[in-house]
């Protein structure tokens, strides 16, 4: 049984960073891509940036340069790097896998109907 679990979500001032990590377990590691997703008060869940099953990685455009997506197989553990936090990236990060091992394209296709496991989320709050 696959299974995520979201931890680092905070306050956190604009500009300021967070390192968010997910947990993954009940797969092999490698084989299912892995992304981030978040979902501001209102509005749909959006797709932030995405890890395959063999390291790549992919961004949304308006977050490129300031986030970083990594994965620890030792660990099973997919984390999300901020940076520069802006107050509209408000929101619960949830990650996302499967099924497949390689990444839909960032920039026009990560929607969360492309993945079918999902961890409970955890809220990041960008406020002053």
């Known amino acids: 049984q696959v299974q995520l679990v979201e931890s680092g979500g905070d306050l956190v001032q604009p500009g300021g960073s967070l390192r968010l990590s997910c947990a993954a377990s009940g797969f092999t590691f490698g084989t299912l891509r892995i992304a981030w997703f978040r979902q501001a008060p209102g509005k749909e869940r959006e797709g932030i940036s995405c890890t395959s099953g063999d390291g790549n990685t992919d961004y949304v455009d308006s977050v490129k340069g300031r986030f970083t997506i990594s994965r620890d197989a030792a660990k099973n553990t997919v984390y999300l790097e901020m940076n520069s936090l802006k107050p509209d990236e408000t929101g619960v990060y949830f990650c996302?896998?499967?099924?497949?091992?390689?990444?839909?394209?960032?920039?026009?296709?990560?929607?969360?109907?492309?993945?079918?496991?999902w961890g409970q989320g955890t809220q990041v709050t960008v406020s002053s």
């Open positions: 996302a896998a499967g099924p497949f091992q390689q990444c839909p394209y960032a920039g026009s296709d990560l929607f969360p109907v492309a993945f079918d496991h």
